[in-house]
């Protein structure tokens, strides 16, 4: 059963979302501050951290800097900040999800179903490889894993869409109004500039800028080639 923690200040808020995870099957536990929470991640693991971004004794946003340096954690974001900047730190911080209150509680827990499913798929390979130089990149759809080189790289939602979306079409150019549009659904709020950041966060974690390749004026396209 997966288990979600919850960090929310606002006990409404937590509780309603709290019913609908749990009517889902989905193991829960509650947090109003960031204290106990922190405890608690020294003890166990979740499968997803539900993250308000104000808190009563903290940021959300270096909280979950924290987190992701010590453990690999998916991560949704609820925050009444609505600027696009925090959006952008949101997602460059690594979050899988970025929500602005107020929602609906249906509303979020489809996405956080959605992440967990894309991080707990069952093993089985359906897996195209690339070759970038000397670099290998393999892409297993049925588990929703990435390997450069045998090593696993962990990415967002966003980040999986976009990357998969440009190597299944390579070499395809894709505008970042396009990618916005293909790639991001539910998540797509905000400017291109969001594609910006999400490329911004794949080339880092691929270690190599050639594999997106910017097409000046344009947008990007997979500079990878199948194996």
């Known amino acids: 059963m997966a288990e979600v923690f919850i960090v929310e200040d606002n006990e409404n808020v937590r509780d309603a979302l709290a019913a609908y995870l749990k009517l889902e099957g989905i193991e829960v536990r509650e947090f109003g501050a960031l204290g106990p929470v922190e405890t608690e991640l020294k003890r166990r693991t979740p499968d997803l951290l539900v993250l308000d971004v104000m808190l009563p004794d903290g940021d959300g946003f270096l909280f979950a800097k924290q987190v992701k340096s010590r453990k690999d954690i998916p991560i949704l974001f609820l925050t009444a900040r609505d600027q696009e900047s925090d959006r952008i730190t949101g997602l460059e911080i690594g979050a899988d999800d970025y929500v602005v209150k107020p929602f609906s509680s249906r509303e979020v827990v489809l996405r956080i179903k959605k992440i967990l499913a894309r991080t707990s798929s069952p093993s089985r ?22 390997t450069l080189d045998g090593g696993f790289v962990s990415l967002t939602a966003a980040e999986w869409n976009i990357l998969t979306h440009l190597a299944a079409r390579q070499p395809q150019v894709f505008s970042r109004l396009q990618l916005l549009e293909s790639c991001l659904g539910s998540m797509a709020e905000g400017s291109e500039r969001t594609i910006d950041t999400h490329v911004k966060n794949l080339r880092r974690k691929l270690g190599n800028d050639d594999w997106i390749e910017t097409i000046r004026g344009f947008g990007y396209r997979f500079n990878g080639e199948p194996a």
């Open 125 to 146: 390979q359906n897996s195209p490889d690339y070759v970038l130089q000397e670099s290998r990149l393999n892409i297993d759809q049925e588990r929703h894993r990435i």
